[in-house]
């Protein structure tokens, strides 16, 4: 396997990990699969890190996501045992830092690869979720060995209201709609796929007011989580070893 290409930011990010104890450092590496694997909080860690080692917590921070990214981009390239600590040892960790490592990475890999595998196994899939009834699908499915996540083209919709109906029995009488009869919205939902071809989907959708407002709750919720410090470093990570 060639060495390992660290981008500049990973490297400079790497100098506190070279100058810690092997112990240290596999602590770091465990602390990254609690946010890769599980998606924890490690704000207390990460400061108890930054004070024990007498350190700014953003260098903590980056030390451990940069294992991450090591993780990751070995995970990626299949990389063999034997493979592992050499390629370590060319980003200038000592011979027992690179051990250390290459024995928290095996240790990890299973569920590291396992997270890879489901992420690529998931874009794949367009979740309706919080109850969306999907009424048809238009449009070409997405290749298989595409790896990215649907974009957003756009969205329509209607909202549907029965207002009455002319009974059968007795004549041309006209009824109210029943109470279960709810406003109900019909929904077209756009999505496209960069890189694959004929990719572009038209999914129809139907929700009443319960399920859209359930939705905005999640997603609104699925926004604030984004912006935090903590994912928008993982998703630097992530980023970076592609």
Request: a negative charge.
């Amino acid at each position: 396997m060639k060495d390992l290409y660290l981008p500049k930011s990973v490297r400079e990010d790497a100098a506190l990990l070279r100058s810690l104890e092997t112990s240290h450092v596999q602590q770091f590496a465990s602390m990254f699969m609690e946010v890769f694997q599980f998606d924890k909080d490690i704000t207390k860690p990460l400061k108890s890190a930054a004070k024990h080692l007498e350190v700014e917590l953003d260098q903590v921070e980056g030390a451990v996501y940069c294992i991450g990214y090591l993780f990751i981009e070995l995970a990626k390239k299949k990389a063999a045992e034997e493979d592992v600590v050499s390629a370590l040892m060319s980003l200038e960790f000592t011979a027992e830092q690179a051990a250390g490592l290459a024995q928290s990475f095996a240790h990890h890999r299973p569920a590291i690869e396992a997270t890879l595998a489901s992420a690529n196994t998931g874009s794949e899939k367009l979740s309706t979720g919080v109850g969306l009834s999907p009424l048809h699908q238009q449009g070409v499915a997405p290749a298989a060995s595409s790896t990215g996540l649907p974009t957003y083209r756009g969205l329509d919709w209607r909202l549907q209201v029965q207002l009455g109906s002319r009974s059968l029995e007795g004549g041309d009488q006209i009824c109210a709609p029943d109470v279960g009869d709810q406003p109900r919205f019909l929904l077209q939902l756009g999505t496209a796929r960069s890189g694959c071809e004929a990719a572009d989907q038209q999914v129809i959708l139907e929700a009443d007011y319960a399920q859209l407002s359930a939705l905005h709750a999640q997603l609104d919720a699925a926004l604030t989580h984004a912006r935090g410090a903590k994912l928008r470093r993982l998703i630097r990570c992530l980023r970076q070893a592609d």
